[in-house]
T-cell receptor, first 110, second 113 residues
Framework: TQLLEQSPQFLSIQEGENLTVYCNSS?????LQWYRQEPGEGPVLLVT?????EVKKLKRLTFQFGDARKDSSLHITAAQPGDTGLYLC??????????FGAGTILRVKS | NAGVTQTPKFRVLKTGQSMTLLCAQD?????MYWYRQDPGMGLRLIHYSVGEGTTAKGEVPDGYNVSRLKKQNFLLGLESAAPSQTSVYFCASKRNRQNTEAFFGQGTRLTVV
């Protein structure tokens, strides 16, 4: 099983600040996903990136897939308290398994 | 739209007891997954199924068994519960090999004492 490493594990910032979360692997995935999870709930998909070098934007969130399809980043601009949650990256192993990183806990203080 | 439903939501077991967690999806998805989530370790794959009647091992299968007798249901069994199996268990499903979006249930919090 391919491993995904996320960093940082925990991030506490003030409202309005920018942040970046990283997801790295030594192996190639067919695609990579980012999920957000709130307490007491299951993860919910934010985005899927498929092509090396791909950049996708979702309002204030920007997702990038590395050229070699081994890493990805999530950048949040002007973070808001509503962005607080656990962010998980997940690698899709050529259609079957979905493998998750350990997650980044984000806390945005107002 | 129910989506993915997990039963029960909470359970406390004594060491050595057995139980079955039920996952039901009403989206006609082919693929189903069982994960456990522990603090600082993200979601770890226990077992998964790519269709009715099929199952496969994930990263941490020991101590668990699964069955997929009906397409809409994926059962996770603990034959003899251990304290190390205290965790939050999530079930997920996705449509097929091409469609990668996974839909998750709300989780089952299991405590083994």
């Amino acid at each position: 099983t391919q491993l995904l490493e996320q960093s940082p594990q925990f991030l506490s910032i003030q409202e309005g600040e920018n942040l970046t979360v990283y997801c790295n692997s030594s192996s190639v995935f067919s695609s990579l996903q980012w999920y957000r999870q709130e307490p007491g709930e299951g993860p919910v998909l934010l985005v899927t990136v498929v092509t090396g070098g791909e950049v996708k934007k979702l309002k204030r969130l920007t997702f990038q897939f590395g050229d070699a399809r081994k890493d990805s980043s999530l950048h949040i601009t002007a973070a808001q308290p509503g962005d607080t949650g656990l962010y998980l990256c997940a690698g899709v192993e050529y259609g079957n398994k979905l493998v998750f990183g350990a997650g980044t806990i984000l806390r945005v203080k107002s | 739209n129910a989506g993915v439903t997990q039963t029960p939501k909470f359970r406390v077991l004594k060491t050595g007891q057995s139980m079955t967690l039920l996952c039901a999806q009403d989206m006609n998805h082919e693929y189903m997954y069982w994960y456990r989530q522990d603090p600082g370790m993200g979601l770890r794959l226990i077992h998964y199924s790519v269709g009715e009647g099929t199952t496969a091992k994930g990263e941490v299968p020991d101590g668990y068994n699964v069955s997929r007798l009906k397409k809409q249901n994926f059962l996770l069994g603990l034959e003899s519960a251990a304290p190390s199996q205290t965790s939050v268990y999530f079930c997920a499903s996705k449509r097929n090999r091409q469609n990668t979006e996974a839909f998750f249930g709300q989780g089952t919090r299991l405590t083994v004492v």
